[in-house]
């Protein structure tokens, strides 16, 4: 698993890195069999599953947990710097961790406001000096970036020899996590996602800044589902079978690795716009667009493997958004957008002028803590509560019509719908300007909803709201005079 090179002053040790087959993460194992910290799938290492890499002075088991893996960093009971001071900072929780380093949650008190605090451990500094200086010059180039979509960073430095960045804290998940927790996302979504993000590269390369390691990890969500790059350059260094005279030495994760990376081209902003095109992928499938049982396999399949069919996944996904896909997933670098400016401008022509349902949601219910809502599938549901303590439900979903003539469906069950409440229902519906009462069938049931429709393609957060707030009144008050009970 490991051996000792002796160099003049200290001793460093080899390390094998893992690579995982079953989700193709990368880790560091401690023992010849362990589960994946990523997805728990158990694998016996050989020689096809292990890269080397450099990792720790053998003595330090401090910052072996650094080298051990994100899960083995957060499963520590004990963390040496949370409730500790490290200059104007306090360490108040571990928000991530990995091989390169870990981010607290952190207070800075002359300010009095929350960061996050990314530090590397102090044998970062012995090991590989290269990598601490790119550390604190990126964070000094992306610190001048002033963009919506790419987490600010407001101080760079060096304490009782931690090198850190202080950052905007993003209180939100990644958008890792968004797709573990949710699944693939609906087509509109995810381009709208990959658009924002797409926003964020185009300033840092008009700045001339390269990211490197893009890669959902490296993309939080806010609250409000606004993206936002971070780690901008700090990519980790990894070489592929050091002892062969034909040894790749490269930076950033093999999955989102464009191919002319493995053939020892410099990065560029084209290869950015691959990772941001493998973010795209995963965001529209749920899956990586290349997977191999090896990591030499997985780059063969990257440099030389079609991209998968989208009509092999579960999702039917619009042409034209496939078709961005293969253009942003191209393997020549030349038949790729040339840089995060072109990615906009083709996302934005395959967007077209309107935006993803959940934004519009978003922004329709953003001043209205007393309204609930969460995506069900395609659909959200609403949950609302009026002012005479009754609750309902309403949800929004598109209607499966063409693009150009797809409807937004509002609608809000009232009650079951039984014979005895045929003929007020009817009078009802009469007496109903917009929308009509229906008769749906859900779970094996048939009910009476309330079903309103809208062009989805002119529809604005406003008309969303006011639209919610009208079928889901117009079902309770139909539910409470059928039935005087509160059942929705």
């Known amino acids: ?85 490290l200059g104007v900072y306090r360490c108040d929780a571990l928000l991530g961790a990995g091989a390169m380093g870990r981010v607290y949650l952190a207070h800075h008190r002359d300010l009095h406001r929350k ?94 800044i390269l990211h490197r390691d893009l890669k959902p990890d490296n993309v939080m969500l806010t609250h409000q589902g606004v993206p936002k790059i971070t780690d901008f350059g700090l990519a980790r260094r990894v070489v592929v079978n050091p002892e062969d005279k034909t040894a790749l030495d490269f930076v950033g994760t093999p999955q989102f690795m464009a191919p002319e990376l493995f053939e020892h081209q410099p990065a560029s902003p084209a290869s950015d716009v691959y990772a941001l095109g493998v973010c795209y992928f995963n965001l529209l499938t749920g899956q990586l667009p290349y997977r191999g049982d090896s990591l030499d396999k997985l780059i063969q399949s990257v440099r030389h493997d079609p991209l998968p069919s989208f009509r092999s996944f579960q999702q039917p996904i619009p042409m034209e958004m496939a078709e961005c896909a293969a253009m942003l997933l191209a393997k020549a670098a030349q038949n790729r957008p040339q840089s995060g400016v072109e990615a906009v401008q083709l996302l934005e022509a395959i967007l077209g002028q309107s935006e993803d349902l959940e934004s519009l949601i978003q922004k329709a219910f953003a001043n209205h803590p007393d309204i609930r809502w969460r995506r069900e599938g395609r659909r959200y549901r609403i949950d609302l509560t009026f002012s005479g303590g009754r609750h309902q439900t309403a949800f929004v979903e598109p209607s499966d019509h063409a693009a150009a003539d797809r409807l937004l469906r509002i609608s809000s069950v009232c009650c ?20 009509a009462l229906a008769i749906a069938e859900i779970d094996k049931q048939a009910v009476f909803v309330m079903v309103d429709n809208y062009p989805l393609s002119t529809v604005d957060p406003e008309e969303i709201r006011r639209s919610v707030l009208e079928v889901a009144h117009r079902a309770d008050a139909i539910e409470k005079l059928l039935t005087g009970l509160d059942l929705n």
């Open 115 to 208: 960061c996050a605090l990314k530090i590397l451990p102090p044998s970062m500094a012995m090991r590989d000096p290269a990598y601490v200086l790119r550390f604190m010059n990126e964070g000094q180039a992306t610190a001048a970036l002033n963009h919506p979509n790419i987490v600010t960073i407001h101080a760079i430095g060096e304490e009782r020899g931690y090198h850190f960045i202080e950052m905007e804290f993003v209180a939100g998940r990644s958008l890792r996590q968004l797709i573990e927790d949710e699944g693939i996302q609906q087509p509109v979504r995810a381009t709208a996602l990959a658009l924002r993000i797409a926003e964020g590269l185009a300033a840092a390369h008009t700045a001339g």
């Open 1 to 85: 698993m490991t051996e000792e090179t002796k160099q003049p002053g200290r001793n460093t040790r080899l390390f094998a890195a893992a690579f995982c087959p079953n989700c193709q993460f990368s880790f560091v194992p401690r023992h010849g069999i362990e589960p994946c910290p990523s997805c728990g799938h158990s694998f016996p290492l050989s020689a096809d599953h292990t890269c080397d890499t450099h990792i720790r002075p053998p003595n330090d088991s401090q910052e072996q947990r650094f080298a051990d893996g994100p899960a083995a960093s957060l499963a520590h009971e004990v963390d040496e710097l949370i409730g500790q001071n």
């Open 416 to 435: 079951p719908a039984l014979s005895v409440y045929f003929e007020p229902a009817l009078r009802l519906n009469s007496e109903i300007l917009h929308g």
